[in-house]
């Protein structure tokens, strides 16, 4: 494979950020672009911007984290709770109440002053939700070999000047220059897209000196109406608008491997939605390796599995953990936004020229060969291959995993559930495959065979 952007993958791939927070698409996107104005602005050296830039792009790579713990907290749906939160100003505990008793509301939950209290405190302590997403999320950063100015910018991105933000209680200037670029631009962002621009500098008046270092909070209020950012803003929504944005584009050359570690972090942002999902993505991967290996894959063909497998399921990010972690039977409707997820894989995959051959199959993990199947119902050979031998893949571990509520399916007896449905649901020359393979596959998480295609043969 050619050199190629990485800011073009990275900046597609912040849509998929932009579901999980339950943003307007091109959230991170037009974060991006205020970010790199109010850099800009400051005096800010190129490398800086670049790291910023990706920064900004990755900075809720770690929310997914939270989206379970939210819905058990509130009892409402992870989405909605996180695209009202960003316009509350938490440091007035009597916005945050509101807050809380609004979403309890909305859920349909009980509301009395004792109750609301208590989830208030609950909220607001649980350290899961307000600060494991900023670490994970630099862990994230670093992982992708982004700069340490990268990685702590995410960390320290909802540090507040006044010392009241979090995860560690910074202030001022012990606060990282990047970092407060960050966190006014997020901000600002989220209220000019819902409420204008005008009540964006009404906001960033207030919380000047609180949230906001008082010159980042100056360089934006600084820029007129006139100026072209506006419509810059409005255009953000497209990933190829953004990614021409790079700062510094000659030390953003890239190659197969760095897609590949890409594809794996965002394996792991992907997984971390859901506590009944834990090394999936990984796992389905290893699983599709091993099945196109058995079926006579060439490496070619062994590594799109392999990538299709990681990010098969990142249309997930745009489904409420409340449906996708619920204990009962699920409505017709709650199944509907289940369904969801394979259409919204095949359209965030799509739109990523490197990964867009990749897309049909990641988003057809699903089909039946019988037709039975979503998000097109498709039937037999009209099914990607590789759709096929995922959704063997799929199942498989789906039946075999431990999950919280449950240990996992000893292999015999998953394989003969599977054949069950051969031929119905399940391609047979796959299904017969993992049959062969099955019981001398690797503990789960281990790369499957001896020749770990599950990277690039370049990686």
């Not at 950020?17 to 672009?33: P, Y």
């Not at 900023?134 to 670093?142: D, H, L, N, S, T």
């Not at 062994?302 to 249309?315: E, F, N, Q, V, Y």
């Not at 919204?344 to 990749?358: Q, V």
Request: one cysteine or more; proline letters at 5%; charged letters at 25%.
């Amino acid at each position: 494979m050619p050199a190629f952007s990485r800011s073009e993958i990275v900046a597609a791939l912040s849509h998929a950020l932009d579901l999980t927070e339950g943003q307007v698409e091109g959230h991170a996107g037009r974060t991006c672009v205020l970010g790199m104005r109010l850099a800009e602005d400051l005096g800010v050296a190129p490398a800086d911007r670049a790291a910023l830039y990706y920064a900004v792009l990755l900075k809720d790579s770690g929310c997914s984290s939270s989206a379970a713990r939210m819905s058990q907290i509130f009892g409402a749906d992870d989405l909605a709770l996180k695209r009202a939160g960003k316009l509350v100003d938490w440091t007035r505990p009597s916005a945050a109440l509101r807050y809380v008793a609004g979403s309890l509301v909305e859920a349909g939950g009980l509301l009395n002053a004792r109750h609301t209290l208590r989830v208030a405190l609950e909220f607001a302590r649980d350290e899961v939700v307000v600060d494991a997403r900023c670490e994970r999320g630099a862990q994230i950063v670093a992982q992708l070999g982004f700069p340490p100015s990268a990685a702590d910018t995410v960390r320290c991105l909802d540090e507040h000047w006044d010392g009241k933000g979090r995860p560690r209680r910074l202030s001022g200037e012990e606060i990282p220059p990047l970092a407060r670029i960050a966190c006014l631009s997020q901000t600002a962002e989220v209220f000019v897209t819902s409420l204008g621009r005008d009540a964006a500098r009404r906001m960033v008046r207030k919380r000047r000196g609180r949230w906001f270092s008082p010159e980042v909070a100056d360089a934006f209020l600084a820029i007129p109406d006139a100026d072209p950012i506006w419509e810059h803003l409005a255009e953000a929504h497209d990933p190829g608008v953004v990614a021409r944005m790079e700062p510094d584009p000659e030390h953003e050359e890239a190659h197969d491997g760095h897609l590949d570690r890409i594809a794996e972090a965002f394996a792991q942002v992907i997984d971390a939605k859901s506590s009944y999902t834990f090394n999936h993505s990984t796992a389905v991967a290893e699983y599709a390796v091993a099945i196109g290996r058995a079926l006579g894959e060439d490496d070619a063909g062994l590594l799109a599995l392999r990538r299709a497998g990681l990010l098969h399921d990142i249309g997930k990010l745009g489904v409420s953990s409340a449906i996708l972690d619920k204990a009962g039977r699920l409505t017709d409707e709650e199944f509907a936004q289940v369904r969801m997820h394979a259409r919204f894989t095949e359209e965030i995959l799509g739109r990523i020229s490197l990964l867009a051959e990749i897309a049909p199959a990641a988003a057809s993990h699903h089909e039946r060969i019988d037709g039975g199947g979503y998000h097109r119902g498709l039937r037999g050979d009209a099914i990607p291959q590789g759709g096929r031998i995922l959704a063997v893949a799929d199942v498989f571990d789906a039946l075999t995993a431990d999950r919280p509520y449950r240990a996992g399916m000893p292999i015999a007896d998953a394989l003969a559930i599977m054949r069950s449905d051969r031929g119905t649901a399940f391609w047979p020359p796959a299904l017969d495959a993992l049959c062969d393979i099955a019981h001398g596959l690797p503990p789960r998480g281990e790369p499957a065979g001896a020749s770990p295609i599950p990277r690039t043969a370049a990686a």
